[in-house]
């Protein structure tokens, strides 16, 4: 059952690092009035090569710690937690939750014409087949063809957006994907939304992206305006970040994610 939620409160985004603030970016551009929190697990990233039962744990932990915070929404941002851990966040959260897989599918399949759909993502997101779980529950008829990338989260963090080993990892990755015809590709992680430019440069314009931060940033909208949620509009919001670690160089890689200054951070030790 959910509870009785106060509009003031702030919404909720998680991530296993600081890839999540490309979702962050994206809220904040479509709803400028919200207070936001976010939690990124520094210390535990990368969680795509975990097992889904350590995957689920530390989700439960996040959810735990975010629900204190009092917020009135959870977005998991984190496409291999979305994936992997979606019920176990819904079943412990009396506020709504929303996760990027089913919002991203719900795009794909609203995006594409032919039937053919391209996911890249993590290799736990695609091992769980989440995405090709939801695409299919929405239209049986479409093929989703999935490829894990597991170079791309390492590269985007080195900042080689516009490389030359990034751009032959990609065709490397992309090159059974469009040889199946697909017309529309879900880029199923955090980090990919950085890599559009790369991504468009090799794919020409046939092919339509799916970026699941702008899907569920619109999504937020539409969830809040419909429970009567929206924050006070025109007010100047309040931007909360915890950590589980500062690794090196994370103002730098943060800022390029969260397209603005990084600050109010705060450590958590678990
Ligand atoms: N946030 C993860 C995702 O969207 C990528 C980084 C990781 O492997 O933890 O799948």
Not at 27 to 35: A, G, K, R
Not at 134 to 159: H, N, T, W, Y
Request: proline content about 6%; charged content about 20%; aromatic content about 8%.
């Amino acid at each position: 059952m959910l509870m009785k939620l106060n509009p003031t409160n702030s919404i909720g985004v998680f991530d296993s690092g600081i890839g999540g603030l490309t979702v962050v970016r994206a809220v904040i551009e479509q709803l400028p009035s919200e207070n936001i929190i976010y939690f990124g697990d520094t210390a535990r990233v990368p969680y795509g090569v975990k097992s889904p039962e350590t995957i689920s744990r530390y989700a439960t932990q996040i959810t735990e710690f975010l629900l204190q915070q009092k917020v009135k929404l959870l977005i998991v941002a984190c496409n291999t937690m979305a994936a992997v851990a979606y019920e176990a966040i819904k079943d412990l959260s009396p506020v709504p939750v929303l996760g990027v897989v089913d919002a991203g599918a719900r795009s794909a399949v609203a995006e594409t014409h032919n039937k053919y759909v391209g996911v890249i993502g993590t290799p736990a997101t695609i091992n769980s087949n989440a995405y090709q779980k939801a695409i299919k529950g929405l239209d049986s008829d479409i093929r989703v063809i999935s490829q894990p990338c597991p170079l791309f989260v390492p590269l985007v963090e080195e900042g080689w957006l516009d490389h030359q080993v990034t751009r032959i990892t990609a065709q490397e990755y992309l090159k059974p994907v469009v040889a199946q015809n697909i017309d529309t590709l879900v880029l199923g992680c955090t980090h990919y939304p950085l890599l559009k430019p790369l991504l468009r440069e090799i794919l020409g314009n046939q092919i339509t992206l799916v970026d699941s931060a702008q899907t569920i940033a619109k999504e937020t909208e539409e969830l809040l305006r419909r429970n009567g949620l929206q924050s006070i509009q025109g007010i100047s919001p309040e931007y909360r970040f915890y950590v589980t670690d500062v690794p090196l160089r994370f103002k730098e890689i943060g800022e390029r994610f969260l397209g603005r200054t990084l600050s109010n951070i705060t450590v958590v030790k678990w």
